[in-house]
């Protein structure tokens, strides 16, 4: 047996005590060892199935067999780039994002993280608009570094570094009109992600994404959008913009880009919002990004996406998923208040943090790993890997119905607690 509780111990007193208590306290006390498909196995061999997904990480599922072939390849020629010499890598996959992405989004920056392709996006929308004002969104999440954290929409995560980045706007997510009020001819860009994940799972209205769109060619001003959690076929379609038939002109991707097996954030833009790198093609590097592993294995990553048609099975999937957790809904209503979602990114709202942190302990003592999203944690989010199976979606629901059942006579007893 694996001494899980020494290894909390260890983790609060070598990386994060808070946290390491958080986990004693919700009873998470196992330890990752590995994973195939939907499910990840423990040192003890147990497994559980997994709805967190890594926070969005395993699209194509755990340790998949052509992913990490392409990266043991890749490993034994060439891991890291010289700087210096062309990185063929690199390229392809330019050109490979180019050849997916909607529209005429053409050139790729890459870096390591989705908060850094974030910071990239914005600063990219500043020096090519020469303005300096960011339009961004209430619940919104887009990482954790400076100018990221400033565009996100939530307070408790904001407060103790401020002052933030100037100049930035926040207005309601999902209202078009809200922009239409604050856009002007100083606005460099709006940022917002087609679907908030971090915000509960926050699907806008139709003709939201296309009145951004019309708001900022308007005004001259240049659309972010922040696809590092909806892209790569999460929602059913391989990038979340393609639903609403608009074309930004920089998206942001990250996470699942990396196949599961490495990490990789690029923003891919359109040839109008990249002339200034004509003149100033050092305005922004980073040494790690675009390094030929990521780059390899974020192609093989798009191609096993591409090829086992995951945005359809994840479209076909998520609404089964859907249904069924509607269906819970009807049976506990004082439990669960509402279940949204597109694809397989699903939210399931609970009336108070206290019944979903109970949910998330229950669901895990039966072998299902469920979060919470940041930004508003009355949401249970249900992010699976795509290739997840419809038996085990089924497993998924038992183990909900069980914990829902072992939860409402709770209810009140948690929402006053
Ligand atoms: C929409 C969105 N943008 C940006 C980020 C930040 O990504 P990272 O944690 O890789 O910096 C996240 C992370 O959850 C995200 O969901």
Known sequence: MTDASALIERYGHFVNPGLARALRFM???????TGHGAVLVTEDGDEYLDCAGGYGVFVQGYQHPRIVAKAHAQLDTMALSSHVLLNRPMIDLAEELARLTPGDLQYSFFCNSGTEAVEAALKFARIQTGRSRIIATEGAFHGKSMGALSVSGREIYQKPFSPLVPD????????????????????????VEPIQGEGGVVIPPDDYLP????LCDTYGALWIADEVQTGIGRTGRMFAVEHAGVIPDFLCLAKALGGGVVPIGAVVARAEAWTFFDSAPLIHTSTFGGNPLACAIAQEAL????EERLPERAANLGSYFLQSLADLQRQFPEVITAVRGRGLMIGVEVPGAGVGGAIISELFSRHVLAVYTLNNEKVIRLIPPLVITPAEIDQVLVAFRESLGVIRPMVNDLLEG
């Open 27 to 33: 009873g998470m006390e196992a330890v990752e060892k």
């Open 168 to 191: 930035i706007v926040h207005v309601a997510y999902g209202d078009a009109q809200q922009i239409a009020e604050v856009i002007d001819d100083r606005t460099a860009a709006v940022i």
């Open 211 to 214: 009145r951004i769109r019309e």
């Open 303 to 306: 191609r096993v996406t591409a």
